[in-house]
């Protein structure tokens, strides 16, 4: 069973759109990231978000961190062809030791030209 | 250029063979890990090191077997592997003990088992 539940799993958009990726748990995480992860690549880290209402802005890629801390969001304006990959979203829950990053089953996005 | 860099980037063994994977940091992180990944999945957690000790094992088989020399290096020796171990192994590092938790991955050793 996966804590951190993603959504969409598969996302195909044209150049120029926006979209948007949700991660969301029932529990209450004390620090989450998003990474973005290539075919036989490891995992990028994009962004790491502590503090409930936090938005961080990363060029054209903006992540919010829900105000209990529950939930986030990437959105992703006017996608380009290098935002193609799996973006995934992971955190440590406060119930848990130190040590066990939860992962969610991650969103595979594809930009076309 | 990745901080974390894995050796073989390819691994093709038999089930009878012995061989190693090899992770490398130079970021001064005092945890590191080991992951395995298959296709379309998220990485899922096998071992943790924390100042060169062991601290967490996933309930790992026995024919993974991890080793921390340093505190720059982390190994996993294989043997007796199955097919269905086939997967890319990730090696990442970072502080230990709270924090961010922010994790740095190596680019990941592809492993076949035939």
């Known amino acids: 069973t996966q804590l951190l539940e993603q959504s969409p799993q598969f996302l195909s958009i044209q150049e120029g759109e926006n979209l948007t990726v949700y991660c969301n748990s029932s529990s209450v995480f004390s620090s989450l990231q998003w990474y973005r992860q290539e075919p036989g690549e490891g995992p990028v880290l994009l962004v790491t978000?502590?503090?409930?209402?936090e938005v961080k802005k990363l060029k054209r890629l903006t992540f919010q961190f829900g105000d209990a801390r529950k939930d986030s969001s990437l959105h992703i304006t006017a996608a380009q062809p290098g935002d193609t990959g799996l973006y995934l979203c992971?955190?440590?829950?406060?119930?848990?030791?130190?040590?066990?990053?939860?992962f969610g089953a991650g969103t595979q996005v594809v930009v076309t030209p | 250029d990745t901080e974390v860099t894995q050796t073989p980037k390819h691994l093709v063994m038999g089930m009878t063979n012995k061989k190693s994977l090899k992770c490398e940091q130079h970021m001064g992180h005092r945890a590191m890990y080991w992951y395995k990944q298959k296709a379309k999945k998220p990485p899922e957690l096998m071992f943790v090191y924390s100042y060169e000790k062991l601290s967490i094992n996933e309930s790992v088989p026995s024919r993974f077997s991890p080793e921390c020399p340093n505190s720059s290096l982390l190994n996993l020796h294989l043997h007796a592997l199955q097919p269905e171990d086939s997967a890319l192994y990730l090696c990442?590092?970072?502080?230990?003990?709270?924090?961010?938790?922010?994790?740095?991955f190596g680019e990941g050793s592809r492993l076949t088992v035939l």
């Open positions: 992971a955190g440590f829950m406060t119930t848990d030791s130190w040590g066990k990053l939860q």
């Open positions: 978000v502590v503090t409930g209402g």
């Open positions: 990442a590092s970072s502080q230990p003990g709270g924090g961010l938790g922010e994790l740095f």
